[in-house]
Nanobody, 119 residues
Framework: VQLPAFGGGLAQPGGSLRLSCAAS????????MGWYHQAPGKQRELVAS???????EYADSVKGRFTISRDNAKNTVYLTMNSLKPEDTAVYYC??????????????WGKGTQVTVSS
């Protein structure tokens, strides 16, 4: 399963970015999709996740500022990030849980995209 992520870059405090990640490869179904981030010297942590049915979960630090969404027909997950803060600076990773031939609930990680919030 391939998970290229797009949309990272440099933003000013208070600005916005939109990340996208499209899953492709040999699988039957994509279940939960999500975004994690990892700042230098820190552990990777959940930013937001969304189930196939659209139920969402957010880290407290991004509630009200970030929105996760998905397009099931395209196996694509999006993260719209508004009111960005310097502390949002991190590498953002896409993660999906997929079912395929002979397996179920397999997690896959994308390579990550850098988000830098600075003036």
């Amino acid at each position: 399963v391939q998970l290229p992520a797009f949309g990272g870059g440099l933003a000013q405090p208070g600005g916005s970015l939109r990340l996208s990640c499209a899953a492709s490869g040999s699988f039957y179904r994509v279940n939960t999709m999500g975004w994690y981030h990892q700042a230098p010297g820190k552990q990777r942590e959940l930013v937001a996740s969304i189930s196939k049915g659209g139920m969402t979960e957010y880290a407290d630090s991004v509630k009200g500022r970030f929105t996760i969404s998905r397009d099931n027909a395209k196996n694509t997950v999006y993260l719209t990030m508004n009111s960005l803060k310097p502390e949002d600076t991190a590498v953002y990773y896409c993660k999906v849980v997929a079912d395929g031939r002979g397996y179920a609930g397999m997690p896959y990680w994308g390579k990550g995209t850098q988000v830098t919030v600075s003036s």
